[in-house]
């Protein structure tokens, strides 16, 4: 389903491919933001908002989140099923038991971990569509702005209004991409340590099976 992002991508496409333009061609002053901007995000404002607009979508995430957290329904009931006892004595029935636990703690940090990954993918898409929203917000002041007359009119200002502009919308994808290094960066998790080896089952006592 369209959003305000992608309504808005016609018109300000247009009106920031002129703002490109206007920044390759006359530049601006030494300490105007936009450079700091223009280093971090590594792409003018008209070529990030194009790239970004068909391509950072939160459907996609979102659904990944549920198929995700569909399939680790299994994991727990498989890890269920191994928590049930099992009349079984002696050495072997030891070992089973012993067998049966780390599987089953295998499949309980399986689950808990495909949990956390839908989790993550939740917050991702959460993201994204803040993401868009900020931008969408960003471009439809910058259509009904000033500037943006100057720069379409090419107006003796025209550079400087062009800076604005883009420094506005620079700032948005910079702001959007801090947000999502932090997003990743709090949901890290650290690997689980390989479980350490069961040592060999004796039999050298008797094995009692009861049915």
Do not use: C, K
């Amino acid at each position: 389903m369209a959003d305000a992002l992608d309504h808005l991508a016609g018109p300000a496409g247009e009106l920031l491919a002129r703002v490109d333009d206007v920044l390759a061609r006359f530049g601006s002053a030494g300490d105007d933001p936009v450079w700091m901007l223009l280093r971090r995000v590594r792409a003018l404002p008209g070529e990030a908002v194009t790239a970004l607009t068909p391509t950072l979508s939160a459907a996609p995430v979102a659904a990944a989140a549920a198929t995700v957290r569909e399939r680790a329904g299994p994991y727990a009931d498989a890890q269920a099923a191994l928590a049930a006892p099992v009349a079984w004595e002696g050495p072997a029935g030891e070992a089973f038991a012993a067998h049966a636990q780390r599987l089953a703690r295998d499949l309980g940090d399986a689950a808990d971990a495909l949990a956390a990954t839908a989790r993550l993918a939740d917050e991702v898409a959460a993201w994204i569509a803040r993401t868009r929203s900020r931008l969408a917000a960003v471009l439809a002041d910058a259509l009904g702005s000033a500037e943006a007359v100057s720069v379409v009119l090419g107006l003796a200002d025209a550079p400087r209004s062009a800076s604005a502009i883009a420094t506005r919308v620079l700032a948005a994808i910079d702001e959007a991409v801090t947000d999502g290094e932090s997003l990743l960066h709090r949901r890290q998790v650290a690997g689980n340590p390989r479980p350490a080896a069961l040592p060999p089952a004796s039999y050298e006592r008797i094995t009692r099976l009861s049915f």
